[in-house]
């Protein structure tokens, strides 16, 4: 939770800590992110500075798609840049694939 991300090395600085509790203090703040990095049908992963948003520049974002008919939500894991890549992508695209099943129908 947010409690533990002050004890994570990316957030000894205490902009950067400022920074992300900005961006997760704001819903809409979170939703701009994500929707600027989603792309219709795959996984996006975005490192470090290839965030566009300041607020997470210390951090990945991987995130996916998912539909409810024609409608499109997107599925978003902030983390650090160390995060287990192998591990958090395939669980992000498969909650984005049930999340697409399960509200469809």
């Given at each position: 939770?947010?409690?533990?991300?002050?004890?994570?090395?990316?957030?000894?600085?205490?902009?950067?800590?400022?920074?992300?509790?900005?961006?997760?203090?704001?819903?809409?703040?979170?939703a701009?992110?994500?929707?600027?990095?989603?792309?219709?049908?795959k996984?996006?992963?975005?490192?470090?500075?290839?965030?566009?948003?300041?607020?997470?520049?210390?951090?990945?974002?991987?995130?996916?798609?998912?539909?409810?008919?024609?409608?499109?939500?997107?599925l978003?894991?902030i983390?650090?840049?160390?995060?287990?890549?192998?591990?958090?992508?395939?669980v992000?695209?498969?909650?984005?694939?049930v999340?697409?099943?399960?509200?469809t129908n």
């Open positions: 939770g947010a409690q533990n991300i002050v004890h994570q090395p990316e957030f000894t600085s205490r902009r950067s800590l400022e920074s992300l509790m900005t961006l997760l203090d704001n819903r809409r703040n979170i701009q992110s994500l929707t600027k990095l989603a792309d219709e049908r996984i996006v992963v975005k490192i470090g500075d290839e965030n566009k948003d300041l607020n997470i520049q210390q951090c990945s974002l991987v995130t996916s798609s998912y539909y409810v008919g024609n409608v499109r939500g997107i978003g894991i983390g650090p840049t160390r995060m287990q890549y192998s591990k958090i992508i395939p992000v695209d498969y909650i984005s694939q999340l697409s099943r399960v509200l």
